[in-house]
């Protein structure tokens, strides 16, 4: 028999093909399998039942592979079989096709346990070879400069194969058969240090770069995704420089420590925690740290309680550990615990993209860098390291979801449209995220891919990368959108830029027309990211309440939201209820100083006369106290809760001695870590109402507040309130609606108290409760619920050139 198969999923560039060759060969099966822009195609010839028993094995392809979809292609029956009797199975070159691609590349991976223990074997010739992959690791997207997924279209395609690679390739039985990116240190790329007075060391450039550490000073070390800087984080000194070269004054840093066994010093790890950092994707866990911490690292995550860990992930981080300790043999040393801690992040300068490429490594950081760890494979995609925190069950919370993850696609319902035919792709949708943390999403068929975090789209140098990813995100999966999706907010740089877009591009579907713009309220994108995330597994047909809490976004009505209760069902909300408004005392300012949302709050208690005698040390008190006295009228209003865990922060005065926040939610960040020192405690059962038009009115726990003297039980005590006062705000909206599921989004549940506490609440009281497990709670998730709003519009056939209704 003669049978052809298509197979969808992320099948290039995971040893998908080797695998189905050895699986065919084992059976006795003649043919072929080859990359195709939409997956991989296997035509194999054979008694049917062998053939049913490949088919039945593809949906056991080992990790990182993952089938999706296979469909049987029609086979006409006078064609002759793909290969002569006797002819072995085999692996042909791959095809492309023109109309586009709908196949997924893998994302980049930290390096697997067989290939550290070649690595760290003396007599293997990949001994200490710094690029070392195999089809379980390595880099992937990174590398990929086109599909399909095949050397020539990666940047390893300038380093052509020695005979002992090229060997490997051709060899069935080997781990490294057909594998794209296979190299060694004869073939490879190499890796030097540069120091800053121009001169380099090609020979010990591990052992160089390890003793410019060691010495205290700041190494750029070239990565996966970019670069890094790094310095040794015990060193308070070369911690103290890199944030006053890099402008980074307060925010917290990230640490990689060599393994599990040498994190208990610095921070205590559960069980879900540790699998997380193990885990392939390498991503940074926020953990509880230890006094110790605290006390010896105190640079590092100043009066936080939690520390941004990861692991080694890259050959490069290995060697740098593996020479401090001598370059022991084996990999016994890889379970021991290790005292080198390394400081890690971003190689970039305040405010701009991440850099990848070696000549802007040297121009860009030379301010902040002593030296450079660089090497000559270049990096195609920017892929910052991804950051989340792990709840209680397990799941993950993201902060940034990037490199590890990205660009892995979420399913979505492949339920046709009204004037769909069966059998047609839904449209293509580009949307462009907002203004912070900023992704890019597009939909192509019954996928959604969100990009990399791009980052804040405030500085010009990030606004450049961010229009370049979205010239290249559609083009590099050869996918013409139909629409393009957006923020409401018009000087977003994001909606501008897709405003632009759609005057320029044309559609598939109308010709010569604009693409159709849509665009979505901010927080209705919220918590449409949480819908799509769970709209495969869990169908999301039927309306829900979602609560979105964040910092800031334009409500339909012009004004600032930021604390909302939504009816959702499928594309289209409703704002049903809402935080108690409040003033944001001299406008924009009060979101950088929590001392003026706390002016605020006393306003709106009564208390305006307590503003200038509580803030002495603020000059503008006595002013503001006055503005105030006239009215909040005089002040944009907000309904954030963002804006209200500034204000507890300002009247508990968090941020002395500084007037403002040096980084985003510094504020809300101090507030949750001194709140965990008294953790757990019982909410002010009278600490909230709710009125008849579901305003969640917080005034009588911000009077508590205001007269608390001990700093740490009222944070821990603002907490539980407001939490346990959320949930019993949406368990009141599900019982007026008749609507059983809570979705919760938005930037606030970074915070692990609010989320865990208000998790419980609801499901305490009987009610479905979804969060974002996949794709982070805040911004970076909106490119994602702006391309799920458009695309359900579309296969409606809403019109589409006409905004989001009012929520």
């Not at 067989?114 to 070392?132: K, T, V, Y």
């Not at 390893?156 to 990116?181: I, K, M, S, V």
């Not at 030097?192 to 007075?197: E, F, R």
């Not at 995609?381 to 919370?397: E, F, H, I, K």
Request: net charge neutral; aromatic share 6%.
């Amino acid at each position: 028999m003669h049978r052809r198969l298509a197979v969808r999923g992320l099948v290039q560039g995971v040893g998908f093909r080797p695998w189905v060759w050895q699986q065919a060969t084992s059976l006795g099966l003649i043919g072929w399998v080859r990359n195709t822009s939409f997956g991989v195609e296997i035509d194999m010839h054979g008694d049917g039942h062998l053939l049913d028993t490949l088919q039945a094995r593809l949906w056991q392809a080992p990790p990182p592979a993952k089938v999706e979809q296979v469909d049987v292609l029609s086979v006409n029956a006078g064609d002759a079989p793909p290969s002569a009797p006797g002819k072995p199975f085999e692996i042909q070159a791959s095809v492309s096709n023109a109309l586009g691609h709908a196949t997924t590349i893998g994302a980049d991976l930290g390096v697997c346990p067989r290939c550290l223990a070649e690595m760290f074997d003396p007599g293997n010739r990949r001994w200490r070879h710094p690029f070392i992959n195999c089809p379980q690791c390595g880099p992937r997207y990174t590398v990929t400069r086109s599909l399909p997924f095949d050397r020539g279209h990666t940047s390893l395609a300038r380093f052509l194969p020695c005979p002992a690679c090229d060997a490997e390739y051709g060899n069935g039985a080997d781990r490294r058969f057909h594998h794209q990116t296979n190299t060694c240190p004869e073939c490879g790329p190499k890796v030097w240090l540069t120091q800053t007075d121009g001169s380099a060391d090609h020979e010990q450039p591990i052992a160089s770069a390890l003793k410019l550490l060691q010495e205290g000073g700041i190494l750029a070390v070239k990565g996966l995704g970019g670069f890094h800087l790094v310095c040794d984080a015990r060193q308070a000194a070369a911690v103290a420089r890199l944030r006053q070269r890099k402008r980074r004054e307060g925010k917290p840093l990230a640490v990689m420590l060599a393994n599990p066994a040498s994190i208990p010093p610095w921070a205590s790890m559960t069980p879900h925690e540790q699998r997380w950092l193990q885990s392939p994707e390498r991503p940074i866990v926020l953990l509880s740290q230890s006094e110790r911490a605290r006390q010896e690292l105190s640079g590092i995550a100043p009066d936080l309680a939690w520390l941004g860990v990861m692991l080694p992930y890259t050959p490069l981080h290995y060697l740098l550990f593996h020479e401090a300790i001598g370059q022991p043999a084996g990999t016994a040393w890889l379970t021991a615990p290790h005292d080198m801690v390394l400081v890690v992040t971003s190689g970039n300068a305040g405010g701009s993209p991440l850099v990848i490429d070696n000549e802007t490594a040297t121009l860009e950081l030379a301010e902040i860098a002593d030296g450079w760890l660089l090497h000559d494979r270049d990096i195609l995609a920017r892929n910052d390291d991804s950051v989340l925190r792990v709840r209680p069950d397990g799941s993950a919370c993201f902060m940034r979801r990037s490199r590890g993850y990205a660009p892995t696609p979420v399913a979505l319902p492949t339920r046709v449209g009204k004037g769909l035919e069966e059998g047609s792709l839904p449209p293509s949708v580009l949307s462009m995220g907002a203004l912070l943390k900023n992704t890019l999403c597009i939909t192509q068929g019954d996928r959604a891919m969100v990009s990399p975090h791009i980052g804040d789209l405030d500085a010009v140098d990030t606004r450049v990368a961010f229009t370049r990813m979205a010239d290249i995100w559609p083009g590099w999966l050869r996918t013409q959108p139909d629409a393009l999706a957006c923020d409401l907010h018009p000087d977003f740089f994001s909606t501008i830029l897709a405003a632009h877009m759609a005057h320029t591009r044309a559609s598939t579907a109308s010709g010569i027309q604009p693409l159709p713009l849509i665009q979505v309220q901010h927080h209705h994108a919220h918590v449409a990211a949480v819908l799509a995330e769970h709209a495969e597994e869990k169908g999301v047909h039927e309306p829900v309440i979602g609560l979105a809490l964040d910092g800031h976004g334009l409500g339909s009505d012009g004004m600032v939201w930021g604390g909302e209760l939504l009816l959702v069902q499928e594309d289209e909300a409703r704002r049903i209820g809402h935080l108690w408004p409040l003033a944001m005392a001299g406008g924009d300012a009060a979101a950088r100083e929590p001392w003026r949302m706390a002016a605020s709050v006393l306003q709106a208690l009564g208390r305006t006369d307590e503003v200038s005698r509580r803030f002495t040390a603020m000059q503008q008190a006595p002013m503001l106290q006055q503005w105030l006295s006239q009215g909040s009228q005089r002040h944009p209003v907000t309904t954030s809760l963002g804006r209200l865990f500034d204000a507890a922060a300002g009247l508990l005065n968090l941020l002395a001695p500084y007037t403002q926040s040096r980084y985003e939610a510094e504020a809300a960040m101090r507030l949750e870590s001194l709140a965990t020192t008294c953790w757990p405690v019982a909410a002010l059962t009278d600490g909230w109402r709710i009125t008849d038009d579901l305003q969640l009115d917080w005034r009588p726990l911000m009077n508590w507040l205001a007269d608390q003297r001990d700093a740490a039980q009222a944070a821990a005590v603002f907490h539980a309130t407001i939490a346990t006062a959320m949930a019993d705000w949406a368990a009141q909206a599900c019982a007026r609606h008749g609507v059983n599921t809570v979705v919760l989004s938005g930037g606030c549940l970074a915070n692990r108290l609010l989320d865990d506490t208000l998790y419980a609440g609801l499901i305490v009281q009987g009610l479905r409760v979804w969060r974002p497990a996949q794709y982070p709670c805040g911004d970076g998730g909106l490119s994602l619920g702006q391309a799920w709003v458009a695309r359900q519009r579309l296969l409606k056939q809403t019109p589409c050139a006409s905004p989001s209704p009012p929520v």
